[in-house]
Structures are given as C-alpha cells and as structure tokens.
C-alpha cells in the first residue's frame, strides 16, 4: 500500500482518534486549509457557505476513516430527514396535520428501524430463538447487496458490524425533524448545511448530542475565535486528552481489564475497588471525549453543549442524571420523558411500555406470573389516577409523583437499551429507574416513616441474608445496614430538634454524595459487563461477569490481601484518589484554573502545552485504547 492510499483508505485497525499522532495531524490539516479559507473569502455569505461545504466533505472524510462505508448509512439518514423534514413543514403550511403525523411517523420509523437493525439484531434474534426454540442467525442485507456490486464474498452476510455514531447521529436526525412538526425551527433549505449539522466530526461518533435548535443557527453566523476563546479551546482539548490517557486508560489497563476479564482470580476487595475505579474511568474517558471535541469545536467556531457536570457530586439519582450525558437526558426528557406524559399525564404510552417490559421479562425468566402482578398493579394506577381526577381535577403533588416515576422508569429502561443491545444494559437502565422512584418517594417521607422503612427493611434483609447465606444477600444486608446506621443518626438528630449548621449540613451532603456514588457504582457493574463484547455473545458472557463479581465481592475477605493489593497497585489507587480529589474541587476553583490558563501570555501558553503533551504521551499504553461510548 503506497503513502497516499494508507492516508485515504479505510483501515479497521487504524481509525481516527483522538488520542492519535494521525488524528491532529490529519486536524492541523484542515485547520490550516479551514484559516486559509476564512482569510481569503469575500462576502460573509459566501464564506460561511464555503466554510460548511469544507468542514461538511471533511467530517465525511473523518467518518469514513473511522467506519468505511458505512458513510453510506450516514448519507442516507440526512437525505431522507432532509426531505421529510421539507415535506412536513409543506403539510403543515398546507393545513394537513394528518399528512404531518405521518410523514413524521415515516421518519421515525425509518430512523429507528436503521438503529434496531445495526445494533439490536442479534438481540432480537436470540431473543426469539430462546422464547420459540428457533435456530433464527442475523443475516447482513447491505452486505449480500454490496456483495451484487463488488467481487462476490466481499463482505460477510453472517455477521452484522455496528456503525461507530449511529447511535448519537440517529438521535440528532430524529430532533430535527421532530423539531421541524413541532415548529421549533425551520427546515434547513440547503441539503449541504444540514449534512454540515448531522456529521459535524468532532461529535460526530461519540457525542454530545446536539439539537438542530442548538447548532444550526451557528451555521449562519460568522466565523469568530477571539484570543481568549483560542486559550479555553486548547485547555479543554488538553484537558480531555489528560483524562483520556492519564486517568483512564491508565487505570483500565493497569488494573480493570484485568479484573473484569476473569474476577474469579482477584479476591473480594479487589473487585469492589475495580468496581469503584471503573466509575472514574467511563467518567473521565466519556468526559474526556467530549472535552475535546468542544475545544476542537471552539477553535472551528462552533460551541457544542456542556455534556458533564461533576456528575459524583450528586446527593441522589435524579441530580446524577442531571449532570451525567447531559445531552441524552436533554434528548430522552424532550423526545421520550414528555410524550409519555412526563409528571403531568399517563396514557397509551405508559401502559403499553410497562406492559411491554412485563411481557418480555416474563417470557425470558418463564416466570410467568410477572405478567399478572404487572397487570394488577397497572390496573390499581389506573384506578388510583382515576379517583384522584374525580376528587381533584387540578394536578395535585401526589399525582405528579406518581406520574413522573411510572414515565421516568420507562425512560431509564430504553435509555439502558439505547447504550447496548444486552439484558444487562436493560437491568443497568431498570436498577436507576427503581433507584429515582424510591429516592422520590423517600424524600417525601416524614423522619418517623423513614427510619421505620429503614428498620423494617433493614432487618428483612439481614434475616434473609442468614437464612440462605448467599453473597448477593451480604451485599444487600451490609449497604441497608450502613444506610440505616447513618439515618438512625439523622433521625435522632432532629428527634432533639437540632438545627442545621454549616457542618451538619457539610455532613449530610457528604453521606448523600457517598451513598449515591456507591449506588451509581454498583449499577456500574452491568454496564461494564456488557461493554466491549460480541453482539452475539455478550448477554451470556455479561452475566456470567457480573455474577462472578457479586460472588466474590459478597463472599468471604481476606483481609490479608488488601495491604499488599494497595502496596502493589500503589499508583492506581494514587490515581484513583487523585481523580476523585480533582473531580470534587468546588466549580469556581476549576474555572478560575481555566480562566488563568486561557489568559496566559502565548509564548507561555506554547510552554505549558508543549510540557503538558510530554507528560501526557509518557502514559500512551502499546495498544490503542478506544473511547468506551465509540461502541454506542
């Protein structure tokens, strides 16, 4: 292979990322041709025309080193919501609702048949396969077709490959054009700009994920990068880059591969600790991601949304998912929470996705009376909602809440099933689901209900815990105990009327941010059980791995080990410690850093930059390490 093919043609083994030599000289490239282009245009139409078209062909050029042909799949999606989007708003000047609905239904539809196909296949097939004793396997349809046009077994029709994105592109098609119905924003009229707006390669295959409200309207406004906005993009690519390869990819190759490749050979201590720093690893690695592409983004003249805000700061799950993939929980709360009924209504939705998940939850545990306890309890909602309604029309704060966790536990399970086609994905989504419902309702308890739950609970789950003695048993029994301790303290606390101050406060936000970080982290133990598998062995192989670690983690210590595990990984716990000390320094000490780093005078800057690559690149691993949500 020449010079110049290795440099345009695709290679598997070598995409374009981040953490590469080739990605930011392929990006000081195109920067160079981007500030010659913006230096030499005349009329700002014209430049901003031209400007689109560039970086448009460019981020084609990027997604098709990083996925091949499925450039394809990229270019069709924007066609077709292109053109529906352009039909829809013709309907609706037209006074045709009806036409609309349906021409926003045939987007969808194509849309999410396109993502069910690439990602869900071999779920669906296995799925049926389990339920019917079928033999069904996942035939490629685009491959047997690309085969009819090149040499014949050119691509394999046994196997289908997800396309790196299509997750974060098909979301972003699907705003749009829902946007477009609800009249929000007006269809771009040039195709080019809105391909421009779907393939934007800095978020391109791995988010934020950004709403046409958000980003098209930058597409019409001129190019502007004053001094210190050049400062904060090169401290969030640097930034991101340090997360990347400092933090992340140093503690998943020194410690959490190895753990969760086989947990069976690592004590109980040692899984709880790899559990623990595989939080701050997805962390820094996703928020890594995004860090830099707002800095590449910045330095282009496009602002991207804030995607991470110290998400283990959080006192509960609702807050956690408030700072966490902020642009998912953005696009599920517009595009899913709110249809459903949000906190204000259920309806058809509602019922037929709790029925859905009791259906298929019954079928593959053939515990077939799921089914009927569903349908009792959604029968009693109904009752419920409809004797509230009778005895008060108005939206009453009980009502809401018991429309806002039926909606949005349905939005944390297909959340779950939009990272990953897996049962294990699904339980991560339900486990938070169930965790925001019982921090909603607890909230709005008295102290006296509060530590009586506890202590009922409590109790129920030590003595079944000494009855079958099983590790999944001693970890329930031992965090209820350690919750209960912390609220019979808080209980007797305001027993004696003692009045909050700065360090009772200090205290309870401390043992709200712990408890739901080792809730988040727990939860954590599926997600990470079904990254990084086949398709078409990852429900087996995910459960297996999570089972293996509660036994272990459950089971019996030795205690003996843990000296010698900390004297042995002393620089992973080191920088785990450091990770979670950085991530939990206030906002304003983090952006006073920002703001000096951004002012610093350029040919320190140069300084700072050049030091700081040195330091980083010492921590370059053999093997490329990918960005944990590419497979997403």
């Avoid at 450039?71 to 077709?80: C, D, G, N, P, R």
């Avoid at 003695?469 to 031992?478: A, G, I, Q, Y």
């Avoid at 009327?497 to 739901?516: C, H, S, Y």
């Amino acid at each position: 292979m020449t010079f110049f093919e290795h440099i345009l043609a695709f290679n598997p083994d070598s995409p374009l990322l981040f953490t590469q030599f080739y990605f930011w000289a392929f990006f000081a490239l195109v920067y160079a041709l981007f500030a010659l282009i913006m230096a030499n245009v005349r009329g700002q139409r014209q430049g901003l025309h031209l400007r689109n078209v560039y970086l448009l062909f460019v981020s084609w050029f990027f997604y098709y080193k990083t996925s091949g042909l499925f450039l394809l799949i990229l270019a069709f999606v924007t066609l077709s919501d292109w053109v529906i989007a352009g039909r829809i708003k013709s309907a609706i000047t037209h006074n045709k609702p009806s036409l609309a609905k349906f021409l926003l239904a045939l987007s969808v539809t194509i849309d999410l048949g396109l993502l069910a196909y690439f990602k869900y296949a071999y779920f669906f097939t296995n799925m049926l396969n389990d339920l019917f004793g079928t033999g069904f396997r996942v035939f490629d349809i685009f491959a047997y077709i690309g085969n009819g046009f090149s040499e014949a077994g050119r691509f394999s029709v046994d196997t289908i490959v997800l396309p790196v994105g299509i997750s974060f592109f098909i979301f972003q098609v699907i705003s749009y054009t829902a946007d477009v119905y609800r009249g929000r924003i007006q269809p771009v009229r040039n195709i080019l700009d809105f391909g421009f707006y779907v393939s934007f390669f800095p978020q391109l295959v791995a988010g934020p994920i950004v709403r046409a409200e958000e980003f098209i309207p930058q597409l019409y406004k001129p190019f502007r990068l004053s001094r210190r906005v050049f400062g904060v993009a090169v401290f969030w690519i640097l930034n991101g880059l340090a997360k990347k390869i400092i933090m992340s990819d140093f503690l998943a190759v020194n410690l959490i591969d190895r753990v969760f490749d086989n947990p069976l050979l690592f004590s109980g201590f040692e899984n709880l600790f790899a559990l623990f720093a595989y939080s701050l690893q997805v962390y820094a690695d996703f928020s890594g991601y995004t860090d830099i592409a707002i800095g590449v983004a910045m330095l282009l003249g496009f602002y991207l949304p804030k995607n991470f805000d110290s998400p283990y700061k959080s006192q509960n799950p609702q807050e956690f998912w408030r700072r966490w993939h902020m642009s998912l929980g953005r696009w599920l709360k517009t595009y899913l929470y709110i249809p459903l009924g949000g906190n204000h209504s259920i309806g058809f939705g509602t019922y037929f996705w709790w029925s859905l998940i009791a259906v298929v939850s019954a079928a593959l545990t053939g515990w077939w009376w799921i089914i009927l306890a569903v349908g009792c309890w959604l029968a009693i909602i109904g009752v419920m909602d409809h004797t509230l309604k009778t005895r008060s029309p108005e939206l009453t704060p009980k009502r809401k809440l018991l429309y806002a966790n039926l909606n949005s536990f349905i939005t944390q399970v297909l959340g779950g099933l939009w990272h990953g086609a897996s049962w294990n994905f699904i339980i991560w989504g339900g486990i938070n689901g169930i965790g925001m419902i019982i921090n909603k309702i607890w909230r709005e308890m008295s102290w006296h209900i509060r530590f009586l739950a506890m202590t009922v609970l409590t109790f129920g789950l030590v003595t079944i815990d000494y009855m079958l003695n099983l590790p999944v048993w001693h970890l329930f029994s031992f965090w209820s105990a350690v919750v209960w301790v912390g609220t019979a303290i808080r209980y007797v606390y305001w027993l004696c009327e003692g009045r909050d101050t700065k360090l009772t406060a200090a205290f309870a936000q401390a043992w709200a941010v712990l408890q739901t970080f080792t809730f988040i982290t727990f939860t954590r133990l599926f997600f990470r059980s079904s990254s990084n598998l086949d398709p078409a062995t990852a429900n087996e192989v995910a459960w297996a791995t999570a089972k293996n670690m509660v036994n272990q983690i459950g089971g019996a210590w030795n205690n003996e080990i843990i000296p010698e595990f900390v004297y042995e990984y002393r620089w992973v716990v080191l920088m785990f410690v450091a990770g979670m000390v950085l991530h939990w320094l206030p906002a304003n000490w983090k952006r006073r850093y920002r703001l000096w780093f951004s002012a610093m005078p350029l040919w320190l800057m140069v300084f700072a930059v050049a030091i700081a690559i040195l330091v980083i690149y010492q921590f370059v691993t053999a093997d490329v390490q990918p960005f944990i949500y590419f497979q997403f």
